[in-house]
Nanobody, 123 residues
Framework: QVRLVESGGGSIQSGGSVRLSCEVS????????MGWFRQAAGKEREGLVF???????SYANFVKGRFTASRDNAKSTLYLALNDLKPEDTAMYYC?????????????????WGQGTQVTVSS
């Protein structure tokens, strides 16, 4: 059974930083591609970054260098560092996994999801 558990969210002041974690069980993450997504209230889920099976990263254009993803295969964990946070970054943040070599920024391409972790940025 594949399970993804996000953690690390919280309430942050504008301009602050936070690191999210996504711990995976039931699947070897070095044999998967994974992505980070977010969904703000009343909006569609949007892709932020994906990591391919070999570990290469691809970011959405609007991320603009503020977000950095990394993967620790030994810990079976995917990370997302969020820097210079703004109130518009307030959302539920999700990680997702799929078996294909190539990742995707499209939520519909992922069959496995975590429950999400809330990030709330105040001005």
């Amino acid at each position: 059974q594949v399970r993804l558990v996000e953690s690390g969210g919280g309430s942050i002041q504008s301009g602050g930083s936070v690191r999210l974690s996504c711990e995976v069980s039931g699947y070897t993450i070095s044999e998967a591609s994974m992505g980070w997504f977010r969904q703000a209230a009343g909006k569609e889920r949007e892709g932020l970054v994906f990591v391919n099976r070999v570990g290469s990263l691809s970011y959405a254009n609007f991320v603009k260098g503020r977000f950095t993803a990394s993967r620790d295969n030994a810990k079976s964990t995917l990370y997302l560092a969020l820097n210079d946070l703004k109130p518009e970054d307030t959302a539920m943040y999700y990680c997702a996994l799929r078996a294909q070599w190539l990742g995707s920024l499209s939520a519909s391409d992922y069959p496995y999801w975590g429950q999400g972790t809330q990030v709330t940025v105040s001005s």
